[in-house]
T-cell receptor, first 112, second 116 residues
Framework: DAKTTQPNSMESNEEEPVHLPCNHS???????IHWYRQLPSQGPEYVIH???SNVNNRMASLAIAEDRKSSTLILHRATLRDAAVYYCILGGRNSGNTPLVFGKGTRLSVIA | NAGVTQTPKFQVLKTGQSMTLQCAQDMNHEYMSWYRQDPGMGLRLIHY???????DQGEVPNGYNVSRSTTEDFPLRLLSAAPSQTSVYFC???????????????FGSGTQLSVL
């Protein structure tokens, strides 16, 4: 899997938008961009994924750069429940059955 | 719908003891995997399985054994526990490897293991 780079930590005020960046300069044409998050004392949970176009779901939005070398996870209104570690992961079909590789992610703190 | 169930939630072992961490899923997923997470670290893959009777090693397989006799269950065995195996263990499942469209990984809530 291609490597991703994320900031170690970020802080946000409650009810404000949060933009979590991810760099993946070595991404290949068939790599999907996945985001998972891990709430305290829980297992990771799926947030969103995309290939080329921006994606929206009930949890978040994913903005993908035109050259696909970076992406941004957008939480439109941060709540205290969004405090978690967010993982940006690349998954490519060329890697066969090997599972996703989780890095250290970005620890998001939300301030009331 | 229970999803991915891991037992036990907590376990304390003495060095040299063996035990099995249980993982079961009720979503008819073919793909299952085990990760460990140490403090301040990301998840590291131990073993995975792409279907009943098929298993393969991940990044950190030493000291662990797995088998997959049914689609639903994927137990992880510690053969002779060591303090270095103190960690939180997560089991995950998906319809297929977590890549591409609609191939989400579903995780259990984890097992906190301490080896003294």
């Amino acid at each position: 899997d291609a490597k991703t780079t994320q900031p170690n930590s970020m802080e946000s005020n409650e009810e404000e938008p949060v933009h979590l960046p991810c760099n993946h300069s070595t991404i290949s044409g068939t790599d999907y961009i996945h985001w998972y998050r891990q709430l305290p004392s829980q297992g990771p949970e799926y947030v969103i994924h995309g290939l080329t176009s921006n994606v929206n779901n009930r949890m978040a939005s994913l903005a993908i750069a035109e050259d696909r070398k970076s992406s941004t996870l957008i939480l439109h209104r941060a709540t205290l429940r969004d405090a978690a570690v967010y993982y940006c992961i690349l998954g490519g079909r060329n890697s066969g059955n090997t599972p996703l590789v989780f890095g250290k992610g970005t620890r998001l703190s939300v301030i009331a | 719908n229970a999803g991915v169930t891991q037992t036990p939630k907590f376990q304390v072992l003495k060095t040299g003891q063996s035990m099995t961490l249980q993982c079961a899923q009720d979503m008819n997923h073919e793909y299952m995997s085990w990760y460990r997470q140490d403090p301040g670290m990301g998840l590291r893959l131990i073993h995975y399985s792409v279907g009943a009777g098929i298993t393969d090693q991940g990044e950190v397989p030493n000291g662990y054994n797995v088998s997959r006799s049914t689609t639903e269950d994927f137990p992880l065995r510690l053969l002779s526990a060591a303090p270095s195996q103190t960690s939180v263990y997560f089991c995950a499942s998906s319809y297929s490897p977590g890549r591409g469209a609609s191939e989400k990984l579903f995780f259990g809530s984890g097992t906190q293991l301490s080896v003294l």
